[in-house]
């Protein structure tokens, strides 16, 4: 039997240059704990637990059990509009245990999100909305919410895409939706998806079961457009033009023989019959670049661009159509407002 091993010390260079790999790696290491960690440590205590429900629980009376996140020292919280359903009795539970009511002061289904106000709290931890856009793949995210329960619970991972489009709880499409493969279970929903900078860039809303690290997170600059929305008129008013589309990249090639400088727009999927959008004459497969002299780059665009100040105006739209540059008038028309389902 033949033996390889040997007393002698390898003093070779793969020697000498093990132990520096083995530190670069802790470093690494501890440089990913640690923007987790920090960003525990900043956000941890602005996300809260929602109840809602009857305080004392029965057969026939069953409430539910979501997170949201305070973005206002005054109490105003950001949650899920299914985790709130239409729930008269709502409960606010922080980090420390401290337990409040709340009431809803507006609900979006068509974007899954609630604007809740904690009733008698004041000066509470809160965190900021960060800036969607600025998202890459790959980069870093951390989700913080109330899993099955399990207060606090920290899980992290990446941003896996972005520009998803996903089934809301009123049968709409929300657009604009991040993919991360952060760790999320039932109780995640309406709490933070955050950056390492420790902004709030999207709220925690779906998963798919059977799935492994697929989850899905309403990007924060949907959620800002909803909050402000709802502050002003108590819900989201919008103009309707009857499309449905995602974010998609323009080839360099038909921007420059458009002559245009968008690098993203807002693809049309689908056309609602009899809607402004039909009547105007748009087509599937259109790519909205520009509407009312503002340039489009992508659907988040679209949606705030169809503002309340907007409806019922013939408004200029820029599309792109198979590769060329089409100008359109439109007329938008007003949505009925969402109502708590």
Do not use: W
Not at 204 to 222: D, E, K, P
């Amino acid at each position: 039997m033949l033996d390889f091993t040997s007393d002698i010390a390898d003093d070779g260079p793969s020697s000498r240059t093990a132990e520096p790999a083995r530190d670069n790696d802790r470093v690494l290491l501890d440089a990913y704990s640690n923007a987790v960690i920090d960003v525990t440590e900043r956000v941890g205590p602005a996300v809260v637990r929602v109840e809602t429900g009857p305080k004392v629980r029965s057969v026939r009376e069953r409430g539910g059990l979501g997170s949201g996140i305070v973005i206002s020292p005054d109490g105003l919280v950001l949650t899920n509009s299914h985790v709130v359903g239409s729930s008269k009795e709502i409960r606010l539970r922080d980090i420390e245990g401290f337990v409040t009511d709340a009431h809803v002061l507006g609900v979006d289904p068509d974007t899954d999100l609630a604007l809740l106000r904690a009733d008698g709290a004041r000066d509470l931890r809160y965190a900021s909305l960060g800036n969607s856009k600025s998202l890459r793949r790959g980069q870093l995210v951390v989700a913080i919410g109330n899993p099955l329960g399990f207060e606090s619970t920290v899980t992290a991972g990446v941003v896996s895409a972005l520009g998803r489009s996903i089934r809301s709880v009123s049968g709409r499409t929300i657009e604009d939706v991040i993919q991360t493969d952060a760790a999320l279970n039932p109780g995640n929903s309406g709490g933070p998806l955050v950056s390492s900078a420790a902004e709030v860039i999207g709220i925690n809303t779906a998963i798919i079961n059977g799935a492994q690290g697929i989850c899905f997170a309403v990007a924060s600059n949907t959620a800002q457009f909803v909050l402000s929305e709802i502050i002003r008129h108590g819900y989201v008013r919008r103009a309707y033009i009857g499309v449905a589309g995602q974010t998609a990249p323009i080839p360099r090639r038909h921007a420059v023989v458009a002559g245009v400088d968008n690098k993203m727009g807002a693809l049309l999927a689908q056309i609602e019959p009899d809607s402004p959008a039909e009547k105007a004459g748009l087509l599937p497969g259109d790519v909205v670049i520009r509407l009312d002299g503002i340039e489009i780059n992508g659907v988040d665009d679209l949606i705030r661009a169809l503002d309340r100040d907007r409806i019922g105006r013939t408004l200029a739209m820029d599309v792109l159509r198979l590769g060329r540059l089409c100008a359109i008038d439109i007329h938008p028309v007003e949505r009925r407002p969402a109502g708590r389902q």
